[in-house]
């Protein structure tokens, strides 16, 4: 038994912030923000969207793209550091909108790694037939834990979210999956108040993402050039097996890096940075959907997908669509 992907949906705000925007606010440059990260645009939402708004949005188009009745659902994930609020989970706020019930919906707080977090539980809830059907979700609004006078971080983050309805299969569907952590990292990448341990502070600044983006770079390369070579001798494939390549859309220069240690041409290399950004757990369905629609990933392809973000977290999936 393994879990396929019938569907992929997606959903980015109308609201699209250029790079020559972010010139007027903040000293940089088109020019660097392009050759560090390869971001040129990205949506951004409105004040009257929350997460769930956007993870909504991309459910409802993964449902009518799956030829489902909605009704089938009986299991939604959702990948957020982003939540509506701390409670209700924007899973069952996502459950309530589409007017279902009794059936476990959650969320799991995993930051850029959250889409393949979701989707390795998702396909173990298959796996063990407590799920027919389940959808599952990356969706953030990081532009409300982004300083935007702060140049370190703002040129990066974004808002959005892609979705994805899974079904048994005994055919095709995902072959591999296996996600990873560390914690000594935890600092290079944080929003350092809000919630438990810091609740409250005057300084609004406390309250966004700090990174040490250098330092963040280096481990991010050396963990998914290994996972990534894990990934693949563990589902006893080679790079040429391997059709399409989906990362988390951090940076580009990042993803070139690990695409090179897998000896993989770029045109198998799926980015959408240049006009997503980086929307953490929402980044890798924004990119799968953009190449389904471009005509790009069929069925019958495999794919390799991998995450790296705060925590650390990661996690790699490989799947035959
Ligand atoms: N415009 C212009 N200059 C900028 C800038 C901006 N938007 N942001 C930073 N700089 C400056 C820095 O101040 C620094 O200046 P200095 O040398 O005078 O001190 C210089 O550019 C180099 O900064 P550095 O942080 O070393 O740049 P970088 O090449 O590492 O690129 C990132 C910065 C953030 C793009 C890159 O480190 C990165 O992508 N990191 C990993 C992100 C990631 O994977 N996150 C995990 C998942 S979310």
């Known amino acids: 038994m393994k879990s396929k992907i019938i569907s992929i949906g997606s959903y980015t705000p109308n609201n699209i912030v250029t790079n020559q925007d972010l010139e007027e606010r903040v000293d940089t440059t088109d020019e660097w923000i392009v050759s560090r990260t390869g971001i040129k645009e990205r949506p951004i939402a409105d004040d009257s969207q929350a997460t769930s708004d956007l993870a909504y949005e991309a459910a409802k188009i993964a449902i009518e793209r799956a030829n489902i009745d909605k009704s089938e659902i009986d299991l939604i994930i959702v990948g957020t550091c982003t939540p509506d609020v701390a409670t209700p989970n924007v899973g069952t706020l996502i459950q309530k909108r589409l007017d279902l019930k009794n059936f476990p919906a959650f969320s799991i707080e995993a930051a850029?790694?959250?889409?393949?977090?979701?989707?390795?539980?998702?396909?173990?809830?298959?796996?063990?037939?407590?799920?027919?059907?389940?959808?599952?979700?990356?969706?953030?609004?990081?532009?409300?834990?982004?300083?935007?006078?702060?140049?370190?971080?703002?040129?990066?983050?974004?808002?959005?979210?892609?979705?994805?309805?899974?079904?048994?299969?005994?055919?095709?569907?995902?072959?591999?999956?296996?996600?990873?952590?560390?914690?000594?990292?935890?600092?290079?990448?944080?929003?350092?108040?809000?919630?438990?341990?810091?609740?409250?502070t005057p300084n609004e600044d406390d309250y966004t993402l700090k990174m040490s983006g250098n330092e963040v770079f280096k481990v991010a390369v050396k963990t998914l050039e290994e996972i990534a070579i894990d990934a693949l001798v563990k589902s006893n494939l080679e790079s040429k097996d391997i059709d399409w390549f989906i990362p988390h859309q951090a940076n580009m220069r990042i993803i070139q890096a690990v695409a090179k240690r897998l000896e993989l041409p770029e045109e198998k290399v799926i980015l959408s940075m240049d006009i997503h950004g980086n929307t953490s757990a929402a980044s890798i369905p924004l990119a799968f959907d953009r190449a389904i629609q471009d005509g790009r990933i069929k069925e019958g392809d495999t794919i390799l997908m991998q995450s790296f973000g705060a925590g650390f977290t990661w996690g790699s999936v490989i799947l035959d669509l």
């Open 112 to 200: 850029c790694s959250g889409f393949i977090y979701a989707l390795n539980i998702a396909d173990k809830f298959i796996k063990s037939a407590d799920s027919k059907c389940a959808l599952v979700v990356g969706a953030e609004t990081l532009s409300r834990i982004t300083n935007w006078d702060d140049r370190n971080t703002c040129v990066l983050f974004a808002d959005g979210a892609g979705a994805a309805i899974l079904k048994p299969s005994d055919d095709r569907g995902i072959i591999f999956s296996e996600l990873g952590a560390n914690g000594e990292y935890a600092e290079l990448l944080h929003v350092p108040y809000g919630t438990s341990r810091k609740p409250k």
